[in-house]
């Protein structure tokens, strides 16, 4: 049962993290069933057993003339055991206003355990000082941790002035995400849009937070470009 604000019911997916079978994923598009007066709908999935779920992850689609979406709360309810799931979110989905982010985590909130924290990682990419080294493309990440991973990423807000991923630039961009733990690595990579549109990349750094002390680097040095360097566009790295 998902409670909106507005008619319009996007196309969007739901992702659930639980400790013993990883990340599993919901497809919705338009729901079985529409309460037009409480602005609720109540989509039915068939799915395996999902377990214990600690986390929820909400997407949705940003398609031609999608103007925001605003999901009040989130209701996952198991038929056969009629085991509930509640997740209270009140946030917009939509890169034209609040947190401009098509993604979100929510934390499983429940009596025998304790809630997992919301963190606002700072991810810093930053640009080496070659000839050529900036990019115009859209370039994403994944964050992964000891407690699962963020799913993929497009840095599209830069808390630094100026246009993104130049040369000899650092770009630092906020991630929310439910706590992952003990970062691990991270996936990079853009998707070549553009002239050329390799970028030599220094590293990428993250904090649990502006305010955090604690910084995981991951080093690489190389080109994310389809004939140097690596010659892919993505990459892997492990910090350090």
């Not at 700072?122 to 000839?131: A, C, L, Y």
Request: glycine share 8%; hydrophobic share 35%; with cysteine.
């Amino acid at each position: 049962l998902i409670s909106a604000s507005n008619s319009t019911f996007p196309s969007f997916t739901v992702k659930f993290r639980n400790s013993t079978l990883g990340l599993g994923k919901i497809f919705l598009s338009e729901p079985a069933l529409k309460v037009s007066s409480s602005s609720c709908c109540l989509v039915q999935v068939e799915t395996g057993d999902v377990g214990d779920v600690y986390k929820i992850r909400v997407s949705c689609d940003d398609v031609p003339g999608f103007k925001g979406w605003h999901l009040k709360s989130l209701h996952l309810q198991e038929l056969h055991m009629k085991q509930e799931l509640n997740f209270e979110c009140n946030c917009w989905l939509t890169l034209k206003k609040g947190d401009k982010e098509l993604v979100k985590e929510f934390p499983t909130v429940t009596e025998d355990q304790k809630t997992l924290p919301v963190y606002k990682y700072v991810v810093s990419v930053h640009v080496g000082d070659r000839w050529g080294a900036g990019t115009f493309a859209n370039v994403y990440i994944t964050l992964y941790g000891k407690r699962g991973d963020t799913g993929v990423r497009k840095l599209q807000t830069s808390l630094v002035k100026g246009r993104k991923f130049q040369r000899n630039k650092v770009d630092s961009f906020l991630v929310e995400a439910v706590s992952l733990s003990q970062l691990q690595k991270v996936v990079i990579g853009h998707d070549g849009e553009g002239y050329g549109a390799g970028m030599y990349l220094k590293m990428v750094t993250v904090k649990e937070s502006q305010d955090s002390d604690k910084e995981w680097v991951f080093p690489l040095w190389n080109w994310l470009d389809t004939h140097l360097g690596l010659c892919e566009t993505v990459c892997e790295i492990v910090t350090v």
